[in-house]
């Protein structure tokens, strides 16, 4: 009897040592964590997910952070007074089927993956009980992998994209077009992103509290049209062997006096002279792309080229049990 009690001392011991909480052989804690509900529903864990200084939410970036934010929206809306304590195998594989209903794997796998991250943290944090079992069942839920998109824009519609964007006076996507089609680069390395001020990163691009990062920048031309943008890890691309942005090259020439600028973004809207949100060149990218009659399962974002080690790299990216931060 001595024996187990040493042992159930030092587990004790161990536990306070790592949660930060004394915890009697018995297994109830002495006193409760502070700002932890006795009966945790979803909603409590997604604030305590969102609000507690620990949680991995605060390291993220940017872009992951309103990522997540807009899954777990999703999920407390629809769940958040769900008590943890009540939740099962049974009801978890119930929503994730309704989720997944009417061809949305993807949506569906985002939200259990969101939903194991949330268990995790609070049993790592809280030493929750209840969100160690449901860890452990979400990690062992079989979740289909959605298909990796396959949809390719060829050559033949880019051109016609480029066409009709100067058309419509949207040089500037046809523009990006070019440079995205034809150097393998990503949009967010073509039109770059804009983040709030107090995120990582330089930038000299400021407008209404944001910052401009990422993006191509025309001092990233040398005299020898080599462009070499190290955020997109392509190394250095000739540009004089890329027809296609050769071609909007000597268009952008013929209104700057024969030259390309010495400096700044090379994609700039033609509304206000500065880089494209996200939305807004999607949005005109999609408008353009429909006048073309190309089909809507063809995206911006499949512009790109991309080589058959990035093909297999991309299937590999999400295995089905290890996918995401948690």
Same mark, same amino acid.
């Given at each position: 009897?001595?024996?187990?009690?040493? !042992?159930?001392?030092?587990?004790?011991?161990?536990?306070?040592?790592?949660?930060?909480?004394?915890?009697?052989?018995?297994?109830?804690?002495?006193?409760?964590?502070? *700002?932890?509900? +006795?009966? &945790?529903?979803?909603?409590?864990?997604?604030?305590?997910? /969102?609000?507690?200084?620990?949680?991995?939410?605060?390291? &993220?970036?940017?872009?992951? /952070?309103?990522?997540?934010?807009?899954?777990?929206?999703?999920?407390?809306?629809?769940?958040?007074?769900?008590?943890?304590?009540?939740?099962?195998?049974?009801? &978890?594989?119930?929503?994730?089927?309704?989720?997944?209903?009417?061809?949305?794997?993807? %949506?569906? +796998?985002?939200?259990?993956?969101?939903?194991? #991250?949330?268990?995790?943290?609070?049993?790592?944090?809280?030493?929750?009980?209840?969100?160690?079992?449901?860890?452990?069942? =979400?990690?062992?839920?079989?979740?289909?992998?959605?298909?990796?998109?396959?949809?390719?824009?060829?050559?033949? !519609?880019?051109?016609?994209? +480029?066409?009709?964007?100067?058309?419509?006076?949207?040089?500037?996507?046809?523009?990006?077009?070019?440079? !995205?089609?034809?150097?393998?680069?990503?949009?967010?390395? =073509?039109?770059?992103?804009?983040?709030?001020?107090?995120?990582? #990163?330089?930038?000299?691009?400021?407008? *209404?509290?944001?910052?401009?990062?990422?993006?191509? +920048?025309?001092?990233?031309?040398?005299?020898?049209?080599?462009?070499?943008? !190290?955020?997109?890890?392509?190394?250095?691309?000739?540009?004089?062997?890329?027809?296609?942005?050769?071609?909007?090259?000597?268009? =952008?020439?013929?209104?700057?006096?024969?030259? &390309?600028? *010495?400096?700044?973004?090379?994609?700039?809207?033609?509304?206000?002279?500065?880089?494209?949100?996200?939305?807004?060149?999607?949005?005109?990218?999609?408008?353009?792309?429909?006048?073309?009659?190309?089909?809507?399962?063809? /995206?911006?974002?499949?512009?790109?080229? /991309?080589?058959?080690?990035?093909?297999?790299?991309?299937? %590999?990216?999400?295995?089905?049990?290890?996918?995401?931060?948690?």
């Amino acid at each position: 009897m001595e024996r187990d009690k040493a !042992q159930l001392q030092e587990v004790a011991a161990k536990l306070a040592a790592k949660y930060g909480i004394t915890v009697r052989i018995d297994g109830e804690p002495s006193t409760p964590y502070p *700002n932890v509900p +006795r009966t &945790l529903t979803l909603r409590d864990l997604i604030e305590l997910y /969102r609000d507690d200084a620990r949680s991995p939410y605060h390291g &993220l970036k940017h872009n992951s /952070r309103a990522s997540y934010k807009a899954i777990i929206g999703l999920i407390e809306r629809e769940h958040g007074a769900q008590p943890i304590a009540d939740l099962n195998a049974a009801i &978890l594989q119930e929503w994730y089927e309704k989720w997944k209903a009417g061809n949305k794997a993807a %949506m569906a +796998r985002a939200k259990m993956v969101m939903l194991r #991250g949330l268990f995790n943290f609070g049993f790592a944090t809280f030493a929750d009980e209840h969100c160690a079992r449901l860890f452990g069942i =979400v990690s062992s839920m079989s979740i289909e992998v959605p298909k990796a998109r396959t949809q390719q824009l060829t050559r033949e !519609q880019a051109n016609l994209i +480029r066409m009709k964007a100067h058309e419509k006076e949207r040089d500037s996507i046809a523009l990006a077009q070019a440079f !995205q089609t034809e150097c393998g680069l990503l949009q967010k390395d =073509v039109i770059g992103e804009w983040l709030p001020v107090g995120e990582p #990163g330089i930038s000299d691009v400021i407008s *209404n509290g944001l910052k401009w990062v990422r993006g191509i +920048r025309w001092e990233e031309i040398d005299e020898n049209l080599i462009l070499d943008h !190290q955020p997109s890890g392509k190394g250095k691309i000739e540009l004089k062997k890329a027809p296609m942005v050769m071609e909007e090259l000597e268009r =952008v020439k013929a209104k700057n006096g024969g030259k &390309l600028p *010495n400096s700044g973004p090379i994609v700039v809207s033609e509304w206000d002279d500065l880089p494209w949100t996200a939305p807004e060149f999607r949005r005109w990218w999609r408008l353009i792309a429909d006048a073309c009659g190309i089909p809507k399962t063809i /995206r911006s974002a499949d512009s790109r080229i /991309r080589s058959a080690n990035e093909k297999t790299e991309a299937k %590999m990216k999400f295995p089905n049990k290890s996918e995401g931060p948690f």
